[in-house]
């Protein structure tokens, strides 16, 4: 159950009613912040799905999850709206190493790519991992656009960090 408000014509936010168990794994070592998001199907089902899968995963710890933002896409515009959150796990994968852990993930949850901004079903962003500045041709952190986009400073804003 979700608790709905609109911030704007254009921006709702949903809150989950239902909190997850921490659940307490080990001592991974690095702490990563992730965007979520999709607009294909049922995204705040998929969305619950997937932190029930990386609850039960060994590989990450699931520490904390923000509201949920719906808002209108940017770049290739002409689809359905977003929907879009953070969550917080501790790995102790590597950058490259959880970035490939990622893509892994959103291909399981029916991501397939296209072109870009296309509509997706699970995209998932490192925004944040540890205090790290990471500049590879696949991966960039911190996230180079999450301080111009309200898909991630708005769920941001929620959390504890």
Known sequence: MYL??????????YKNLRFCKKVQKGSHRYRATIGIGGNLGDVRRRFAHLEAYLIRDRRVEFLER???????????????DFFNSIIILKTSMQPMLFLDYLMRVE?????KRSFANAPRTLDLDIIFFDDRVVKKE???????EYSKRESVLIPLKGLKR
């Open 4 to 13: 709905e408000r609109k911030l704007s014509d254009s921006l709702t936010i």
């Open 66 to 80: 923000s509201l949920i933002l719906k808002n209108p896409p940017f770049g290739f515009t002409n689809q359905d």
């Open 107 to 111: 291909k399981k949850f029916g991501r």
């Open 138 to 144: 696949k991966l960039h952190i911190p996230h180079p």
